[in-house]
Nanobody, 122 residues
Framework: QVQLVESGGGVVQPGGSLRLSCAAS????????MSWYRQAPGKQRELVAT?????????????NYADSAKGRFTISRDNAKNTVYLQMNSLKPEDTAVYYC??????????WGQGTEATVSS
């Protein structure tokens, strides 16, 4: 049974930081591209950041970010702990959302966590 369990959300003031974690089980973690998505109230879910698997030497550790996340957020992974992280700095009220972890190997092996809420408010 595949499980992705997010944690680390909370309430923070503008300019503050949060570190989200997503612990995976039931998958060969190192083979999966890992991503963070977010969904703000009344908006569609959007991709925040991706870190590619180490399935090929050339792809391991490559990261991609949405423009809104560049320079402020950092995605990383620890294959030994089956965990992906999202370090979020310089948070803004518009970063308020439910953040979801996604693990994707191919279209048949694509899994989601239950989400963790981050609120940026003074």
């Amino acid at each position: 049974q595949v499980q992705l369990v997010e944690s680390g959300g909370g309430v923070v003031q503008p300019g503050g930081s949060l570190r989200l974690s997503c612990a995976a089980s039931g998958i060969t973690f190192s083979l999966y591209d890992m991503s963070w998505y977010r969904q703000a109230p009344g908006k569609q879910r959007e991709l925040v950041a991706t870190i590619l698997s180490g399935a090929t030497i050339s792809s391991g550790g490559i990261t991609n970010y949405a423009d809104s996340a560049k320079g402020r957020f950092t995605i990383s992974r620890d294959n030994a702990k089956n965990t992906v992280y999202l370090q979020m700095n310089s948070l803004k009220p518009e970063d308020t959302a439910v953040y979801y972890c996604n693990a994707r190997h191919n279209s048949y092996h694509n899994y989601w966590g239950q989400g963790t809420e981050a609120t940026v408010s003074s």
